[in-house]
């Protein structure tokens, strides 16, 4: 018997052994890949930087007139005639790019992440618990404690690391699960042109980055089971950029308990989900932190080829920062959605339709009843269901 169909036979024994125990067959592979003792068997998680090998993977075209080699390049992207995309079969509307990054810019998006975008008027979990004053310079604070700190892990967490989200633009409300006109600030123009560039590549010429939630993963963090359905508008899509440690992905069906496929997610990679795939359910059950000898896959570490011109939107980072960045993320993983809340022309409904809308979203969440599930709910303070 081959490797391979060694593996098929465990995947029908383990769908097997669901159905036995009644669980169903997002949660059971969620459960499988967040498992530590023993660990997982990564063989059937699909990876794109591989190619389009894979049964499911196929190649995709983007549309390289949408976007100017120019404007690409000063947003730290390659031409989009060079990105390698591919398509899911089953999941019309999703697209994986495999980094289309040009080199050094990925270490721009970290730093953004790290060091910018967490200040106000931005929205962070910590915010939740402490003082605006006790937040404030999270990153000098942060960086400062590092540089004291040995290596005992007795010591105290810098804010970095007590880190798990940040909200951007229409600020994300865990609790109701909506977003409001009243709580907004304005979106990042960096993070506003890359998102741009990449709808419009991907056929979605009027996306607008309105909304942003940024999420800090460590080596134990996963995010549970859901779906982003808050945006009012399901006719955009909804981008995703992965820095860092590697994740394993799942991507399931329009019903919670609809089965899920596998994929990594690597640093630079960027997931569109569109038209069909906009509303699938979907969950980070792992980490996949590289192994101790190599930390840091080399195309973070890769730094710009040649100083960026004067009108570029990625600047290259400073060296001092750049090294709190590699020691953060020898171990992290940051995840940056971006989305468009609004249609063309459309206002937040009144606060009875607002009503409605809440309730419709209350009886998704009350489906869920584990911890795992209750990603938005936990994040409002702690992040992840952690383990
Ligand atoms: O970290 C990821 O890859 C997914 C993040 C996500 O699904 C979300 O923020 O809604
Ligand atoms: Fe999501």
């Given at each position: 018997?081959?490797?391979?169909?060694?593996?098929?036979?465990?995947?029908?024994?383990?769908?097997?052994?669901?159905?036995?125990?009644?669980?169903?067959?997002?949660?059971?592979?969620?459960?499988?890949?967040?498992?530590?003792?023993?660990?997982?068997?990564?063989?059937?998680?699909?990876?794109?930087?591989?190619?389009?090998?894979?049964?499911?993977?196929?190649?995709?075209?983007?549309?390289?007139?949408?976007?100017?080699?120019?404007?690409?390049?000063?947003?730290?992207?390659?031409?989009?005639?060079?990105?390698?995309?591919?398509?899911?079969?089953?999941?019309?509307?999703?697209?994986?790019?495999?980094?289309?990054?040009?080199?050094?810019?990925?270490?721009?998006?970290?730093?953004?992440?790290?060091?910018?975008?967490?200040?106000?008027?931005?929205?962070?979990?910590?915010?939740?618990?402490?003082?605006?004053?006790?937040?404030?310079?999270?990153?000098?604070?942060?960086?400062?404690?590092?540089?004291?700190?040995?290596?005992g892990k007795r010591e105290p967490k810098t804010l970095l690391e007590k880190l798990r989200w940040v909200t951007l633009g229409y600020h994300y409300n865990w609790d109701t699960k909506m977003y409001s006109a009243e709580h907004h600030t304005p979106f990042p123009a960096d993070l506003h042109s890359v998102s741009k560039h990449v709808a419009a590549a991907c056929g979605f010429p009027s996306f607008t980055a309105e909304a942003g939630i940024l999420n800090y993963y460590h080596s134990d963090s996963s995010l549970g089971i859901h779906v982003d359905e808050s945006e009012l508008d399901h006719t955009q899509p909804l981008l995703s950029f992965s820095f860092g440690q590697s994740a394993v992905f799942l991507l399931g069906g329009t019903k919670r308990e609809d089965p899920a496929t596998a994929m990594f997610m690597h640093s630079g990679d960027i997931m569109v989900m569109s038209g069909h795939s906009r509303l699938l359910y979907h969950a980070v059950p792992r980490i996949v932190p590289a192994p101790a000898a190599a930390p840091l896959p080399p195309c973070l570490l890769q730094g710009p080829e040649r100083s960026a011109p004067e009108d570029s939107l990625v600047r290259r980072v400073k060296e001092e920062d750049w090294e709190v960045c590699t020691r953060y993320m020898r171990t992290s993983r940051v995840n940056m959605t971006v989305r468009q809340v609004l249609g063309l022309g459309q206002a937040f409904p009144s606060g009875e339709t607002r009503i409605q809308t809440l309730s419709a979203f209350s009886k998704d969440s009350a489906e869920g009843g584990e911890n795992i599930n209750s990603k938005k709910r936990k994040s409002s303070s702690d992040g992840y269901g952690e383990s």
């Amino acid at each position: 018997m081959s490797c391979r169909v060694e593996s098929s036979f465990k995947m029908a024994k383990m769908a097997a052994s669901m159905l036995e125990h009644g669980e169903d067959a997002f949660r059971k592979l969620f459960k499988f890949y967040k498992r530590r003792n023993p660990p997982p068997d990564f063989s059937e998680v699909i990876d794109f930087s591989k190619g389009s090998k894979h049964e499911k993977v196929f190649s995709t075209e983007l549309s390289p007139a949408a976007v100017g080699e120019n404007e690409a390049r000063k947003a730290g992207l390659q031409p989009v005639r060079e990105w390698k995309a591919f398509g899911l079969k089953g999941y019309p509307g999703f697209i994986f790019i495999s980094n289309p990054f040009l080199p050094g810019s990925q270490q721009y998006w970290v730093k953004q992440c790290l060091k910018v975008y967490l200040q106000k008027p931005n929205v962070c979990n910590l915010d939740m618990h402490m003082t605006a004053a006790e937040t404030e310079n999270i990153w000098e604070k942060s960086t400062q404690l590092m540089r004291s700190k040995g290596s005992g892990k007795r010591e105290p967490k810098t804010l970095l690391e007590k880190l798990r989200w940040v909200t951007l633009g229409y600020h994300y409300n865990w609790d109701t699960k909506m977003y409001s006109a009243e709580h907004h600030t304005p979106f990042p123009a960096d993070l506003h042109s890359v998102s741009k560039h990449v709808a419009a590549a991907c056929g979605f010429p009027s996306f607008t980055a309105e909304a942003g939630i940024l999420n800090y993963y460590h080596s134990d963090s996963s995010l549970g089971i859901h779906v982003d359905e808050s945006e009012l508008d399901h006719t955009q899509p909804l981008l995703s950029f992965s820095f860092g440690q590697s994740a394993v992905f799942l991507l399931g069906g329009t019903k919670r308990e609809d089965p899920a496929t596998a994929m990594f997610m690597h640093s630079g990679d960027i997931m569109v989900m569109s038209g069909h795939s906009r509303l699938l359910y979907h969950a980070v059950p792992r980490i996949v932190p590289a192994p101790a000898a190599a930390p840091l896959p080399p195309c973070l570490l890769q730094g710009p080829e040649r100083s960026a011109p004067e009108d570029s939107l990625v600047r290259r980072v400073k060296e001092e920062d750049w090294e709190v960045c590699t020691r953060y993320m020898r171990t992290s993983r940051v995840n940056m959605t971006v989305r468009q809340v609004l249609g063309l022309g459309q206002a937040f409904p009144s606060g009875e339709t607002r009503i409605q809308t809440l309730s419709a979203f209350s009886k998704d969440s009350a489906e869920g009843g584990e911890n795992i599930n209750s990603k938005k709910r936990k994040s409002s303070s702690d992040g992840y269901g952690e383990s």
